[in-house]
């Protein structure tokens, strides 16, 4: 059984501290709202609060004449209004709430409150449509002229594999089902915040910002000024947590200040308030799930058809990105001969859609996790022996018709279900009576690791030594609370023999370090790794050279081993590394290199979805166990135990982080978390109305750790932040059904859904 343990590095598999733990406890770390320039003004925006307006008339002399006010900026004063997404800086075509009409700069906060205020603005309001079902009807007003119909045709993918009339017709049983998800706030603890201010000497725009992505960020904030990028620098700032949320909107924050510090000649600096972050941020996009399903009496599926919708809001945010990847997950972890699928999204005058962290897959798997065991109480099996008569095995076949390897997900079922005793506790719960009832469920999941078939992979490292033999990595993805300089660090130190102290990472600054891509797809140790593997063993080479031209030898007489060369025949004979380190800057010898590494290409078809979607795939099991209150609905989640298969455990400790973390986003997801909208208009704008876990809410946790031999990603690592809390959900959903008998087809399982829809038996 491949548990962790069996891998032998010195360096990987060990739980070292984090590289960045000493300063977020003790307040060190700089985070973009601690930052303050002489002589800083502060921006603000006014947002329309209408689903769907157009803006008649907008007076903005009052506020121009409050002393200390600097600029009123309206969408006319831009040669830009919209980004290069689909995103407005500023706009006179209201689309949602959260758009932005005019923006200030004053020397105050008070005074940026006071002038948005005196702005004078006359609304018409417009007809909204505010879901899918509004917005697909045949007499929908438009949001955008480029989309008729609002949908949002460039984010419409399909699978045809194999025959779907064929599979139904060989089918014993046939099953249809409908499954949604909600909208979900990332709630993250660091709102959006920036600082811009402007070289006069060389025109240089720099802005430091809490941004998941800067080379994205410098994209905005180039284009609102009409700039090359060489004009500008994103300077990333320690950011207090992200999960895909601080991608466009701090773009968006970070290129309104920075047109404001532009035309005022002073810095300008943005915090959002909560509320504001609430409304500007991209949330987890709501799907729309139809499912049919047909089988053989023995449990194997013969066919798969489905048809996904997702609400892709006012604008899109990743919408066809997010859709490449659900595409390519919709049939689940199971080996269908048959599969029809197809996932489009669709615009709205709601908060846009965008990346959160598993990028489609909870809200999928809540709908497959189920569909696979309704299934199962058609035919008469039990939720493991479903999935496994039907879960890929070494040589399955996906959705997309690729080829398995290393494929750990039916060890880890078998390990994961007898440990906690899944099927006797199942079928005890699923007999008892009370108004309190306990439930067990499980879910499995696989996931596509880093980017897939629609970009080749790359990043890139510069590596630097000093001169006492320390080192400093550059690279161009982001330290957001994953731990990924600590990764970075642990993968650093046995490429050169070093501990992992004596590596500095330093924050992304887009003028020192080449773009390396967007810090998603749980791809930073996966994929951006290998960067820094590949200089450290490019500088561990250079420095045999050195150190061998120190000795006055040839190259190939010399040994390295942890920190020290020596003489192959003569092992008396040794140099330290920061004394190698040292001669070789006295003798202007190389003492750094800037490697670049490039995943190989993927190739699929964009009509039937078919070939390579994923470098490799990371496998999971999750079961969780609840209580639920026949009376009250209160779900309490009280034991979740996740398997998952990690490649390589770069770090145990921080595996077991981002584990725990993501069981907790995913019990929020599962039964308490939903951004509710009233006409378009949000009505919860702060964690007083908008419900997430807290520790008073966390269940007992028990986490199993597999390594596979998948040699892809760096020293063997896959993915995990993501699968971390994607398979949750399902998870908790299924154990509710077995605790009440109520299917659970609306997330999130609310009080009402859970008591007024409830089916007792």
């Not at 045709?153 to 399909?158: E, F, G, H, N």
């Not at 897959?361 to 099996?381: H, K, R, V």
């Amino acid at each position: 059984m491949p548990l962790m343990g069996r891998k032998e590095f010195k360096y990987l598999n060990k739980p070292f501290s984090r590289v960045d733990a000493f300063d977020k406890v003790t307040g060190k770390a700089k985070y973009a709202a601690d930052l303050y320039l002489p002589h800083m003004l502060y921006g603000g925006e006014l947002r329309s609060g209408y689903a769907c307006a157009r803006v008649v008339k907008i007076n903005t002399e009052k506020a121009k004449a409050i002393p200390g006010v600097h600029a009123v900026v309206v969408a006319d004063d831009l040669k830009t209004t919209k980004s290069f997404g689909m995103y407005m800086y500023l706009t006179k075509v209201v689309r949602y709430e959260g758009d932005v009409v005019a923006m200030v700069a004053a020397e105050t906060k008070e005074l940026v409150d006071q002038a948005l205020k005196a702005i004078e603005v006359e609304y018409e309001e417009l007809p909204a449509v505010c879901s899918i079902e509004e917005a697909m009807t045949e007499k929908a007003p438009v949001l955008h002229e480029d989309y008729p119909g609002n949908i949002f045709t460039d984010s419409r993918y399909a699978i045809r594999k194999g025959s779907i009339e064929d599979g139904f017709a060989r089918a014993d049983v046939v099953i249809e089902r409908e499954y949604t998800t909600q909208f979900v706030e990332h709630a993250y603890l660091e709102p959006e915040a920036a600082l811009a201010c402007e070289d006069p000497a060389d025109g240089v725009m720099t802005v430091y910002s809490s941004s998941q992505n800067p080379f994205i960020t410098r994209w905005y904030v180039a284009e609102i000024l009409d700039r090359p990028f060489n004009k500008v620098r994103i300077v990333q700032q320690t950011v207090g947590g992200s999960f895909g949320g601080k991608e466009e909107s701090a773009g968006l924050v970070s290129a309104r200040v920075a047109y404001l510090a532009h035309i005022t000649g002073r810095p300008v600096k943005r915090v959002y308030t909560r509320e504001l972050s609430f409304i500007e941020s991209a949330k987890r996009h709501p799907l729309k799930m139809k499912y049919k399903i047909g089988a053989k009496q023995d449990g194997k599926i013969v066919a798969l058809q489905g048809v996904i919708i997702d609400l892709s809001g006012a604008y899109n945010s990743q919408t066809q990105y997010m859709n490449w990847r659900g595409n390519a997950h919709s049939a689940g972890a199971y080996d269908i001969d048959n599969v029809h699928t197809d996932i489009f999204g669709v615009f709205a005058n709601t908060v846009h859609s965008g990346a959160f962290r598993g990028y489609s897959s909870p809200q999928l798997l809540f709908a497959q996790e189920q569909l696979i065991e309704e299934l199962g109480e058609e035919l008469g099996l039990d939720p493991v022996e479903i999935r496994k008569v039907n879960c890929f095995k070494e040589g399955s076949t996906t959705a997309t018709g690729q080829s398995l390897h290393n494929v750990l997900l039916e060890e880890i079922i078998d390990y994961h279900v007898r440990q906690i005793d899944f099927k006797k506790k199942y079928k005890e719960y699923k007999t008892r009576k009370g108004d309190k009832r306990r439930g067990i469920g499980m879910s499995i999941c696989y996931r596509g690791c880093g980017r897939d078939s629609n970009s080749t992979d790359s990043s890139g490292t510069m590596a630097i030594i000093q001169q006492d033999g320390t080192v400093v990595l550059n690279t161009g993805l982001t330290e957001m609370g994953q731990g990924l300089k600590t990764a970075f660090a642990q993968i650093a130190a046995e490429a050169l023999e070093l501990p992992p102290e004596s590596f500095q990472l330093a924050n992304v600054n887009t003028q020192s370090v080449p773009d390396s891509g967007l810090t998603v797809s749980s791809r930073g140790t996966f994929m951006g790794g290998q960067s820094v593997k590949n200089a450290c063993l490019k500088l561990k080479d250079i420095m045999i050279g050195n150190a061998a031209e120190l000795f006055g030898v040839e190259k190939s007489r010399v040994s390295y081993a942890d920190g020290v060369f020596w003489l192959k025949e003569d092992a008396g004979k040794k140099k330290t590394f920061a004394e190698v380190s040292n001669a070789s800057l006295w003798s202007g010898k190389q003492l750094s290199v800037l490697e670049w590494y490039r995943s190989r290409t993927l190739r699929q078809d964009r009509a039937t979805g078919q070939g390579e979607a994923f470098a490799a795939y990371a496998y999971g099991c999750v079961t969780a166990e609840v209580e639920v209150d026949l009376k009250t609905g209160v779900v309490e989640l009280v034991q979740v135990t996740a398997s998952h298969d990690v490649g390589t455990a770069v770090n145990p400790a921080t595996i077991r982080g981002q584990i725990y973390g993501g069981i907790v986003m995913g019990q929020g997801f599962a039964v308490m978390e939903d951004v509710e909208l009233d006409k378009g208009i949000m009505r919860t704008v702060n964690f007083d109305k908008y419900y997430i876990p807290t520790a008073l809410d966390m269940p007992d946790m028990q986490i199993n750790i597999f390594e596979s031999d998948d040699p892809t990603g760096t020293y063997g690592a896959k993915s995990v932040a993501e699968p971390a809390t994607e398979a949750v959900g399902a998870a908790i959903a299924n154990a509710i059904y077995n605790a009440t008998g109520r299917r659970i087809r609306n997330n999130p399982a609310t009080l009402e859904e859970i008591v007024l829809g409830q089916k007792l038996r």
